[in-house]
């Protein structure tokens, strides 16, 4: 063998060496665990809107003087904030009043301008009371008297202008009474002056029953 021929058998050895090592097998993962699954899962959660951003009513809007047709059907959204001294009513029946009629047509300057809810008495059950609310409570039934806002579903005012129901008179009857008895009580002892021992002429009397015609039931 000449010396040329021994560094190329020397090479070959080093080859074969290499090459009868065993391979390396693939290292297996380890499996993965629910926990480790649901950790790199964000969980997904589903959060309720506050009920003041829920809180629908209906309300009727004077939108302009005129007609009938000035006045829409609206949906009213969020819920309102009582202040100090005020309640909140759910309401159940709207009066209607000649008073309003002359409102609708712009004769009636008590009335802020349109847009606005007319309505000036109306029955119902109390829903809420604010702060410095003494004489009224949740589940109160009560006639309410305001100079408008009355034509919805819910009304706010101050307790002082609620009413308890006396006990056997409907939604219908005390939402017709307000107005009524307030006028009648002004014309006899404001501008009659009538006093003790004192007689009144009543030449024309009448009885208005509270029809679905002269209110509306929520």
Known sequence: MSGEDAPAQQQNAVDQKQDTKPAEEPKAEPPKTESAEAAATPAVTTEKAPEEETFTYRSLVLTGYGGYDKV?????????????????????????????????????????????????????????????????????????????????????????????????????????????????????????????????LIHAAAVMLPQRETAWIW
């Open 72 to 200: 829409k059907l609206q949906v009213k959204k969020g819920k309102p904030v009582l202040k100090a001294g005020e309640v909140m009513v759910r309401v159940k029946v709207c009066g209607l009043n000649f008073a309003d009629l002359m409102a609708r047509q712009g004769l009636y300057d008590r009335l802020p301008s349109p847009p606005v809810t007319p309505g000036m008495e109306c029955s119902g059950v109390v829903e809420a009371v604010g702060e410095e609310v003494t004489d009224r409570k949740v589940g109160d039934k009560v006639m309410v008297l305001n100079r408008f806002g009355l034509w919805q579903e819910v009304a706010v005012v101050p307790a002082g202008h609620t009413f308890l129901i006396p006990e056997g008179m409907s939604f219908e009857e005390a939402a017709a009474l307000s107005v009524n008895y307030i006028t009648a009580y002004l014309m006899l002892f404001d501008f009659g002056n009538l006093r003790p021992n004192q007689s009144v």
